[in-house]
């Protein structure tokens, strides 16, 4: 055990036993690189049953695509996470990174609540390659309330998409309050 932290073992390792609840409505246009439409999703995640550790965590999560002209699409994503009882560090919500927080480390802030919004402005700029401008805002924190808006942290940038025979690869450029970070990912996540 750590002096600092005489605990943190038996916070944070262990058996997680848990059930996973969800309802999926999906209406877009395609599931890598939407461009109408709407994916909207809410779970419930209950732990316990002889495990470890006895939490919940509820999460909402919307998405919503608007073609704009002939080729350019507005996004729009929402999530919020909420969660209860003892949840282990690596089970917290997190935001930071390239798919809730750009501009700011991956998982770089963690809590029994989250909430992240982005939105994106996408364009084609050559065949099978598009750019986005986008702005998000979130954070994830310990709390009982609802009084994450003094504290929410703001990224911006700029983004480029290449669609692949093996999926899109994203790269961002993201601007967050201690500076700017390069994000990388495969795969069209939002």
Same mark, same amino acid.
Request: hydrophobic share 35%; aromatic share 16%.
């Given at each position: 055990? *750590?002096?600092?932290?005489? &605990? /943190? ?6 058996? $997680? =036993? #848990?059930?996973?609840? #969800? =309802?999926?409505?999906? $209406?877009?246009? *395609?599931?890598?690189?939407? #461009? ?27 998405? =919503? ?5 002939? *080729? ?14 003892? @949840? ?15 501009? /700011? ?12 919004? #982005?939105?994106? /402005? ?12 986008? $702005?998000? @805002?979130? &954070? ?23 669609? $692949? ?7 961002? /450029? ?10 990388? *990912? ?5």
């Amino acid at each position: 055990d *750590s002096p600092y932290a005489p &605990n /943190y073992i038996n916070d944070n390792f262990g058996l $997680t =036993r #848990s059930v996973i609840l #969800s =309802r999926v409505l999906d $209406t877009r246009d *395609s599931n890598s690189n939407p #461009s109408e439409g709407g994916r909207y999703a809410l779970s419930a995640e209950i732990a316990g049953f002889g495990g470890d550790f006895g939490f919940n965590k509820y999460t909402v999560d919307a998405r =919503r695509y608007w073609k704009v002209g002939k *080729s350019q699409v507005v996004a729009v994503r929402g999530v919020y996470g909420y969660g209860t009882g003892h @949840i282990p560090y690596m089970q917290l919500y997190a935001a930071g990174g390239m798919d809730t927080l750009r501009g /700011y480390e991956d998982d770089q802030f963690k809590g029994n609540r989250m909430f992240a919004s #982005s939105i994106e /402005y996408r364009f084609p700029v050559a065949k099978r390659v598009q750019a986005a401008f986008f $702005t998000d @805002i979130g &954070n994830a924190w310990n709390a009982d309330g609802f009084d994450f808006i003094k504290d929410l942290k703001f990224g911006y940038g700029l983004g480029i998409r290449v669609v $692949t025979p093996f999926g899109p690869v994203r790269v961002d /450029y993201g601007i967050g309050s201690q500076g700017g970070r390069v994000h990388f *990912s495969f795969g069209g996540q939002f």
